[in-house]
């Protein structure tokens, strides 16, 4: 099974998506990982994976910079889940930007920013 675990934003990923990496290969999965989103938009790309797994925060942080994902991004991965393969958001990954609040239709609900929030570690 070919997987794509997409990475990146304000949230601990450089050290949590290797750990997924190795966890993932060590099942078995043969998988890619990027930090770069604009492959959502390459439906050519997009057909060679079984699933894609969000360990990312795509949203908009002042303090972070902007990682929205663009109109033909999100329609990417529309199109990727219609096809009618996997997608799985970790953690933060459910987060809901502004510029897309049909991410939370597709996940099931999520973070919102300035509303949700967790205990302390």
């Not at 078995?28 to 079984?50: F, H, K, P, Q, V």
């Not at 663009?70 to 502004?98: N, V, W, Y």
Request: hydrophobic residues 35%; glycine residues 10%; negative net charge.
């Amino acid at each position: 099974m070919q997987l794509l675990v997409i990475s990146g934003g304000r949230h601990p990923y450089a050290e949590s998506t290797p750990i997924l990496g190795d966890f993932l290969s060590a099942a078995g999965y043969d998988l890619s990982i990027t930090e770069d989103a604009s492959i959502l938009a390459n439906a050519t790309e997009m057909r060679e994976y079984d699933a894609l797994i969000f360990n990312t925060r795509r949203e908009n942080l002042p303090d972070f910079g902007d990682l929205t994902l663009s109109q033909a991004e999100q329609d990417g991965l529309k199109q990727f889940i219609r096809s009618g393969k996997g997608f799985i958001c970790l953690h933060i990954g459910t987060c809901i930007p502004d510029a897309w609040p049909e991410f939370h239709d597709i996940t099931g609900g999520g973070w919102i920013t300035g509303s949700s929030f967790h205990p302390p570690y």
